[in-house]
């Protein structure tokens, strides 16, 4: 974690530095990355540096939690959008990613820059993934569906945020037109529907 006196720099200078980090962990592997250029595009003393951030991995750690803290903002918007129903969570939240990527394409390029820098690194490392379907568990209203246990709530939702992050992948790295991608994603949500949702008992 940053240290306090990072977080009383002045808001342009903390600015600064982090797009200084983020472009530079977007262009090389974590491996090759180099504190003396981040240093000198942000325009600080190396000793500052250690003001602020341990070492390479703290700041590292710091830069991808503040991704964090985007999606989860996200999620927890669109789960509140959709009135907590987590089988409507998927295409809100694609509707709400989607328009946010569009609005800051740049934010987004470093975003994925960092990822494809990283592909060896567990998933884990990079997002909060659990973290975030921990969110949506203690928040969702449950009402009307079949899943009963902790465990196979937790596996409903890891799909069904599964197949939101697959169709924004596709969609923001043009592997098909939004439109289609959001058609596929509803598809999946509805088959995924038909075996979460308790059905109602036909009269005799």
């Known amino acids: ?11 342009p200078k903390r600015e600064k530095l982090l797009r200084a980090a983020v472009t530079e962990f977007a ?26 951030f341990t070492d390479k991995t703290d700041l590292f750690r710091h830069v991808l939690r503040c991704y964090d803290k985007l999606l989860e903002a996200a ?32 934010e987004f390029t470093l975003f994925l820059g960092i990822l494809r820098q990283n ?40 799909l069904l945020l599964s197949c939101a992050g697959q169709a924004l992948m596709a969609a923001c790295c043009g592997r098909a037109p939004a439109e289609e991608c959001r058609r596929q994603l509803a598809l999946k949500t509805a088959l995924i529907r038909r075996g979460a949702e308790i059905k109602e008992e036909n009269p005799c």
């Open 75 to 106: 999620v927890s918007k669109s789960l509140a959008s959709c009135s907590q129903k987590p089988l409507e969570l998927p295409l809100a939240l694609f509707d709400r990613v989607l328009a946010y990527i569009q609005a800051n394409r740049e």
């Open 27 to 52: 262009r090389r592997p974590y491996g090759e990355v180099s504190i003396n250029r981040i240093i000198q595009a942000a325009g600080i003393p190396r000793g500052s540096f250690y003001q602020y």
């Open 119 to 158: 592909v060896g690194m567990d998933a884990g490392q990079l997002l909060a993934l659990p973290d975030m379907v921990l969110l949506v568990l203690e928040q969702a209203d449950w009402s009307g569906l079949t899943p009963e246990s902790r465990e196979e709530r937790l596996a409903l939702l890891g």
């Open 1 to 11: 974690m940053p240290t306090q006196t990072f977080f009383n720099l002045p808001p």
